[in-house]
């Protein structure tokens, strides 16, 4: 639909600028991407990057948890699960994809600023943004990071196309920009509030008279339900509750505001910092406190997220200088990390190190928005845009990605600045010195915005840089020794095979080290090293028929191999999981019997042991699976799996144990709580203790 205007559109300039800018970010994205494939940083994933990556994994094989609310974002979980479904390995097609999304940002900023100011503003901002060194490293990252800078500029040119032809269809896309970037992190619904604003504020009563004010807010906030409104209800289908998104919101804002933040990611002492154990911890710590243990995930969350509000109103003067610490942190020129370091990555990835960082831009930045403030009026969009991320930054702690989707409009205020300080040289002087008058300030806050913050040395961030780069240096001399062997091996050398594969096993290139061994088996059927050692490596890359394929021929080249019993077991129960539910049955049983086997081959198999445990609670066998716990951690004291195991006994209210087996549960717990204090792992020594609480309670309301 098109609503009339009373004037046409300006032309758009510079169209062979714009196409310079994308393809110079384009340039500087590809070369970044080459380098990095050829770096010891390829392949591996932590923490949320292996988080997102095994989600995209799983819906690509149909076996992603279909039972709890998202934790998470899941817009860029389905877009990894997309193209895994669609290929057997695709990293590196969609770091491309990636590449070019970023070098659309760009454009995207480029053609914003070419409607807000002027053509030399349009091409400073543009140029800024393709090469600026945090933006590239976003945006070629396995990560759903890139997606903020690019909804965030998105919505900008969208927004200001409408105003400019008051064609409803730009409306429709900023509205289903505001939707996708919800589903990226919740917190870009505010998003929503400077476009509104934008579109109440009409410049011409002429041009578009209440109604059509109205009807526009309608579309905008339409286009964003549309888009969020599936998730919601697939929540509320699998919870019984509304979840808007995600239930994770409460947790995050408790750890900004509550007794322990201190403007970076500072999680309490009962939080053990991974995404797989994060969000439980956070439950089974509220349910303790509230004394509901069937307190569900989202009423977790609301809980957390009023002990935040209680204990930022119960210190306003802690609250207001927490807020300013996080101000400095967010100008600072350090790039936060969590589970990736922008600063370790730039020793070993060019052209990282020769790009510019937030803190050469932090006093131009400033600048530029001085000089709009006289302009607020119509700057209201890109300036309330920037004001809402900056805001969503000061409520939550920092990492350097949360402040990456205000990196483009911040590009784009520096080159207001760079462009103010520039016009000195070419107007009167009797207005050059006031102007250069700024350059002290800029000076001052740029040097101020680099110096390095204290509260990140506390915060052991060095430290883990430094372990970082030793962890990379160990992989360049693996990926040195696989180039080494590459050369050596010939076409058949079945020798020189299984020491590449290994290498390649420790890179994390399992694919490669499937597709260098396959031949090989093929050849070579009764090789029982190649078997062997392609099973285990299928069992990486998910292909469970295969890997049960060779694993059998392993297991029969030598029956008496404990450990090719123990993987035939935990192939058949993958397969299990993502077979037909009339199938699954009997390749559960099969699991169970070669685990039994590996057990009776090597009875101090703790892998074994423990997964025979793990089937008898699948098949609610309570008892037994305890006493095989119980055993294993008698054998094993350090089997830190075993607590995987024991939780669900502990706390699961269909629970069959007895008070005494509940009492020896609460015994096994604390033994791992003694363990995990003697290796310094105070937040695993807390969740121990808190199950083993349990487990005596529980043991105490039975007799």
Same mark, same amino acid.
């Given at each position: 639909?098109?609503?009339?205007?009373?004037?046409?559109?300006?032309?758009?300039?510079?169209?062979?600028?714009?196409?310079?800018?994308?393809?110079?970010?384009?340039?500087?994205?590809?070369?970044?991407?080459?380098?990095?494939?050829?770096?010891?940083?390829?392949?591996?994933?932590?923490?949320?990057?292996?988080?997102?990556?095994?989600?995209?994994?799983?819906?690509?094989?149909?076996?992603?948890?279909?039972?709890?609310?998202?934790?998470?974002?899941?817009?860029?979980?389905?877009?990894?699960?997309?193209?895994?479904?669609?290929?057997?390995?695709?990293?590196?097609?969609?770091?491309?994809?990636?590449?070019?999304?970023?070098?659309?940002?760009?454009?995207?900023?480029?053609?914003?600023?070419?409607?807000?100011?002027?053509?030399?503003?349009?091409?400073?901002?543009?140029?800024?943004?393709?090469?600026?060194?945090?933006?590239?490293?976003?945006?070629?990252?396995?990560?759903?990071?890139?997606?903020?800078?690019?909804?965030?500029?998105?919505?900008?040119?969208?927004?200001?196309?409408?105003?400019?032809?008051?064609?409803?269809?730009?409306?429709?896309?900023?509205?289903?920009?505001?939707?996708?970037?919800?589903?990226?992190?919740?917190?870009?619904?505010?998003?929503?509030?400077?476009?509104?604003?934008?579109?109440?504020?009409?410049?011409?009563?002429?041009?578009?008279?209440?109604?059509?004010?109205?009807?526009?807010?309608?579309?905008?906030?339409?286009?964003?339900?549309?888009?969020?409104?599936?998730?919601?209800?697939?929540?509320?289908?699998?919870?019984?509750?509304?979840?808007?998104?995600?239930?994770?919101?409460?947790?995050?804002?408790?750890?900004?505001?509550?007794?322990?933040?201190?403007?970076?990611?500072?999680?309490?002492?009962?939080?053990?910092?991974?995404?797989?154990?994060?969000?439980?911890?956070?439950?089974?710590?509220?349910?303790?406190?509230?004394?509901?243990?069937?307190?569900?995930?989202?009423?977790?969350?609301?809980?957390?997220?009023?002990?935040?509000?209680?204990?930022?109103?119960?210190?306003?003067?802690?609250?207001?200088?927490?807020?300013?610490?996080?101000?400095?942190?967010?100008?600072?020129?350090?790039?936060?990390?969590?589970?990736?370091?922008?600063?370790?990555?730039?020793?070993?990835?060019?052209?990282?190190?020769?790009?510019?960082?937030?803190?050469?831009?932090?006093?131009?930045?400033?600048?530029?928005?001085?000089?709009?403030?006289?302009?607020?009026?119509?700057?209201?969009?890109?300036?309330?845009?920037?004001?809402?991320?900056?805001?969503?930054?000061?409520?939550?702690?920092?990492?350097?990605?949360?402040?990456?989707?205000?990196?483009?409009?911040?590009?784009?205020?520096?080159?207001?600045?760079?462009?103010?300080?520039?016009?000195?040289?070419?107007?009167?002087?009797?207005?050059?010195?006031?102007?250069?008058?700024?350059?002290?300030?800029?000076?001052?806050?740029?040097?101020?915005?680099?110096?390095?913050?204290?509260?990140?040395?506390?915060?052991?961030?060095?430290?883990?840089?430094?372990?970082?780069?030793?962890?990379?240096?160990?992989?360049?001399?693996?990926?040195?020794?696989?180039?080494?062997?590459?050369?050596?091996?010939?076409?058949?050398?079945?020798?020189?095979?299984?020491?590449?594969?290994?290498?390649?096993?420790?890179?994390?290139?399992?694919?490669?080290?499937?597709?260098?061994?396959?031949?090989?088996?093929?050849?070579?059927?009764?090789?029982?090293?190649?078997?062997?050692?392609?099973?285990?490596?299928?069992?990486?890359?998910? +292909?469970? $028929? *295969? #890997?049960?394929?060779? &694993? %059998? =021929?392993?297991?029969?080249?030598?029956? @008496?191999?404990?450990?090719?019993?123990?993987?035939?077991?935990?192939?058949?129960?993958?397969?299990?999981?993502?077979?037909?539910?009339?199938?699954?049955?009997?390749?559960?049983?099969?699991?169970?019997?070669?685990?039994?086997?590996?057990?009776?081959?090597?009875?101090?198999?703790?892998?074994?042991?423990?997964?025979?445990?793990?089937?008898?609670?699948?098949?609610?066998?309570?008892?037994?699976?305890?006493?095989?716990?119980?055993?294993?951690?008698?054998?094993?004291?350090?089997?830190?799996?075993?607590?995987?195991?024991?939780?669900?006994?502990?706390?699961?209210?269909?629970?069959?144990?007895?008070?005494? +087996?509940? $009492? *020896? #549960?609460?015994?096994? &717990? %604390? =033994?791992?709580?003694?363990?995990?204090? @003697?290796?310094?792992?105070?937040?695993?020594?807390?969740?121990?203790?808190?199950?083993?609480?349990?487990?005596?309670?529980?043991?105490?309301?039975?007799?």
């Amino acid at each position: 639909m098109k609503l009339k205007s009373s004037e046409t559109s300006k032309p758009v300039t510079g169209r062979w600028q714009g196409a310079g800018i994308f393809c110079l970010a384009l340039g500087v994205r590809l070369f970044y991407l080459v380098s990095y494939l050829n770096s010891p940083l390829a392949g591996h994933y932590r923490t949320d990057h292996q988080f997102y990556r095994d989600w995209g994994l799983d819906l690509a094989q149909g076996t992603g948890n279909a039972t709890a609310a998202f934790t998470q974002g899941p817009l860029y979980a389905y877009f990894l699960g997309f193209w895994y479904w669609l290929f057997d390995s695709p990293e590196t097609l969609i770091l491309t994809l990636q590449a070019f999304a970023g070098s659309g940002t760009c454009l995207l900023i480029y053609a914003s600023a070419q409607r807000l100011f002027t053509q030399r503003v349009a091409l400073i901002a543009g140029v800024l943004t393709a090469g600026f060194g945090p933006l590239v490293f976003y945006d070629i990252m396995l990560m759903k990071t890139f997606f903020s800078p690019f909804f965030t500029a998105l919505i900008l040119y969208s927004s200001l196309r409408f105003r400019e032809q008051y064609h409803l269809r730009w409306l429709w896309l900023a509205g289903i920009s505001i939707g996708l970037a919800v589903l990226v992190r919740e917190n870009h619904i505010l998003l929503m509030i400077p476009v509104l604003l934008f579109l109440w504020q009409n410049p011409d009563a002429e041009r578009a008279s209440k109604k059509i004010c109205y009807q526009s807010v309608l579309v905008l906030i339409s286009a964003c339900v549309i888009l969020l409104a599936p998730v919601t209800i697939r929540n509320a289908l699998v919870t019984g509750e509304f979840v808007a998104v995600t239930t994770g919101g409460g947790e995050v804002f408790y750890m900004a505001q509550g007794p322990d933040a201190n403007g970076y990611y500072s999680p309490p002492p009962f939080i053990r910092t991974h995404p797989m154990f994060e969000h439980e911890d956070f439950r089974l710590e509220a349910r303790q406190r509230t004394g509901q243990p069937a307190l569900s995930p989202a009423e977790c969350s609301r809980y957390w997220f009023w002990q935040g509000m209680k204990s930022a109103a119960a210190d306003p003067l802690r609250s207001g200088k927490l807020t300013l610490t996080k101000l400095q942190i967010l100008l600072n020129d350090y790039e936060v990390p969590d589970s990736a370091y922008f600063q370790t990555t730039r020793e070993w990835i060019a052209p990282l190190p020769y790009l510019p960082t937030f803190g050469l831009f932090s006093g131009l930045g400033c600048l530029g928005l001085i000089v709009s403030f006289s302009r607020r009026k119509q700057l209201l969009l890109p300036l309330g845009l920037l004001l809402v991320h900056i805001i969503s930054i000061l409520l939550i702690y920092n990492f350097g990605r949360f402040r990456a989707g205000m990196l483009p409009l911040w590009m784009l205020f520096s080159a207001v600045g760079i462009d103010w300080l520039w016009t000195a040289w070419t107007r009167p002087a009797v207005n050059r010195w006031p102007r250069l008058a700024a350059v002290p300030f800029v000076i001052l806050m740029t040097l101020f915005c680099m110096l390095p913050q204290t509260g990140r040395i506390q915060a052991g961030y060095p430290e883990d840089e430094a372990a970082y780069d030793q962890f990379l240096q160990s992989r360049q001399q693996i990926l040195q020794q696989v180039n080494r062997l590459k050369k050596q091996m010939g076409s058949n050398d079945t020798g020189s095979a299984i020491p590449l594969a290994s290498a390649l096993m420790q890179l994390e290139r399992f694919k490669e080290a499937r597709d260098l061994l396959l031949p090989l088996a093929d050849k070579d059927p009764d090789n029982l090293q190649v078997q062997k050692f392609l099973g285990s490596i299928l069992t990486q890359t998910r +292909e469970w $028929q *295969a #890997a049960i394929a060779h &694993l %059998e =021929q392993a297991h029969k080249l030598d029956p @008496q191999d404990a450990e090719i019993c123990n993987n035939l077991g935990s192939a058949y129960e993958k397969a299990a999981e993502t077979s037909q539910p009339e199938n699954s049955a009997e390749l559960f049983n099969k699991a169970a019997r070669y685990w039994q086997k590996a057990l009776s081959l090597d009875p101090q198999s703790a892998f074994a042991r423990y997964n025979l445990a793990r089937n008898k609670i699948r098949l609610n066998q309570d008892s037994q699976a305890l006493a095989d716990l119980n055993l294993l951690l008698e054998e094993h004291p350090g089997f830190e799996l075993a607590e995987q195991g024991l939780e669900p006994l502990v706390i699961s209210p269909d629970s069959k144990l007895s008070a005494e +087996e509940f $009492q *020896a #549960a609460a015994r096994s &717990l %604390e =033994q791992l709580a003694r363990f995990y204090e @003697q290796t310094g792992r105070k937040p695993f020594q807390k969740h121990a203790l808190q199950l083993a609480e349990i487990a005596t309670r529980r043991s105490k309301e039975q007799n």
